[in-house]
């Protein structure tokens, strides 16, 4: 029985003819999610492969194959992809219909690493793992990344062991001190209501803010 492709609307058939056209045939993959793929890309409802399925080289690019040996080899991962659909098999392309994303398309997009300021980019590595080995180090653009050990990221500090020390305890003084002004202001005596008094602190949370700003700034 002659093994023909298995691909809509061709003809091809192992033959002479065909070998002589330089044309190969490959079967399906065995199992697994790269035949689903397979059985998918050539859009026929209802279609399962067998494991005498073929596909004609005509439904590869050229850079799918590997002609390196004797024989002539799909590459690993590689999916059909040229076809031949009628029209109600064919999938309609997406079309960019505003000004904004077709300047968009036709613009070159910038590669994120070539935007990168590797003098000012840190690596931190997090591993747990009871055997660690020493990680290979981050190279951009031709620079070695530098490694630390900690960092502060918008106004967060993190460290490697996941840490978060240096941060309770910026909580902690920040509540602290709002405590301390609370009592100064009770320890005056203060006769205002809740409202007053919540106002009364602010203002003279922004006081202290200044004068330590202040202070800072003459030293």
Known sequence: MPDFCAAYGCSNRRSLQTRTRGITFHLFPKTGERRRQWEVALRRDGFVSSGRTLLCSEHFRSEDFDRTGQTVRLKDGVVPTVFNFPAHLQRPEATR???????????????????????????????????????????????????????????????????????????????????????????SRVQQDAGDLLVCYGQCTLLCSGLLGGQHQSR
């Open 97 to 187: 219909s505003t000004t904004t994303s077709r300047r968009a398309e036709d613009e070159p997009q910038p590669n994120v690493v070539s935007i990168l300021n590797v003098a000012k980019t840190r690596e931190m590595v997090i591993d747990f793992r009871r055997v660690r080995t020493s990680p290979l180090p981050l190279c951009i653009l031709g620079e070695d990344v530098a490694v630390v050990e900690d960092y502060k990221y918008l106004g967060v500090h993190l460290d490697n062991g996941l840490n978060w020390r240096i941060n309770t305890d910026a909580v902690h003084k920040k509540g602290m001190s709002r405590l301390y002004f609370l009592r100064k202001l009770r320890s």
